[in-house]
T-cell receptor
């Protein structure tokens, strides 16, 4: 059975901290892995990863995929209160499998 | 075994035809959502419903219609007015209120013949 597991489920940090969110998967027919940030309504797309070892970076956020060990991490440096959200990991197969999300709370 | 299901997995549409995508959840969630995903892009919100018999347009509602007659079900109809329907459609549900974690179904790939 295809599955995507995110950890931790929730995380509370203070502004300025660096966080690492984890996403591991066991799937067949892997196509890509996507990270989303969900605040209010629709999740916001962050990254799509298809190749191992190539870091994608956007501002204070970065992500990397390891297709041998079947996981991805999302790093956020110098966290701000605006980073508070649920971060979703999804793996695209013939269909899509989402993880349960990591709820990040950044305190002032 | 609680969850959210979508059917069919693949759907083919002929020109000028309306097709309906099914989304069912047994999580007792009040809110349900429909998204469209195109290759290499993120999710775009089509419609959402916070409560039975009520729904609101998302960012790309044109060419789509929905109904919410039951809490468990939120079907999406792709009408002939949608000129570029080929995409991956994802349904999600959550507890009431914005910002609640959304749980996603496995999706339906719609292809135009």
């Amino acid at each position: 059975e295809d599955k995507v597991v995110q950890s931790p489920l929730s995380l509370v940090v203070h502004e300025g901290d660096t966080v690492t969110l984890n996403c591991s998967y066991e799937v067949t027919n892997f196509r890509s892995l996507l990270w989303y940030k969900q605040e209010k309504k629709a999740p916001t797309f962050l990254f799509m990863l298809t190749s191992s070892g190539i870091e994608k970076k956007s501002g204070r956020l970065s992500s990397i995929l390891d297709k041998k060990e079947l996981f991805s991490i999302l790093n956020i440096t110098a966290t701000q209160t605006g980073d508070s959200a649920v971060y979703l990991c999804a793996v695209e197969l013939d269909d899509m499998r989402f993880g349960a999300g990591t709820r990040l709370t950044v305190k002032p | 075994d609680g969850g959210i299901t979508q059917s069919p997995k693949y759907l083919f549409r002929k020109e000028g035809q309306n097709v309906t995508l099914s989304c069912e959840q047994n999580l007792n969630h009040d809110a349900m959502y429909w998204y469209r995903q195109d290759p290499g892009q993120g999710l775009r919100l089509i419609y959402y419903s916070q409560i039975v018999n009520d729904f609101q347009k998302g960012d790309i509602a044109e060419g789509y219609s929905v109904s919410r007659e039951k809490k468990e079900s939120f079907p999406l109809t792709v009408t002939s007015a949608q000129k570029n329907p080929t995409a991956f459609y994802l349904c999600a549900s959550s507890r009431a209120g914005l910002g609640k974690t959304q749980y996603f179904g496995p999706g339906t790939r719609l292809l135009v013949l």
